[in-house]
């Protein structure tokens, strides 16, 4: 379930990906590079739930 979309809340463009238990999780479209606590160095999203300004209104009650 791949593909650039936009964020409904804020505008910003972001990715829909699937989640290793099969769920749909929307993550900012930028790739990042981060280094683990154990020095290893991967490759990733931040989820968009993190960086969006209005992502309180999408969280269930």
Do not use: N, Y
């Amino acid at each position: 379930m791949s593909g650039l979309a936009k964020c409904k809340g804020c505008g910003r463009e972001i990715e829909w990906i699937k989640t290793p238990a099969g769920k749909a999780m929307p993550v900012d479209a930028e790739v990042i590079t981060i280094v683990t606590s154990k020095g290893e160095v991967v490759k990733g999203h931040i989820p968009h739930w993190a960086t969006c300004p209005v992502a309180q209104q999408f969280k269930k009650k």
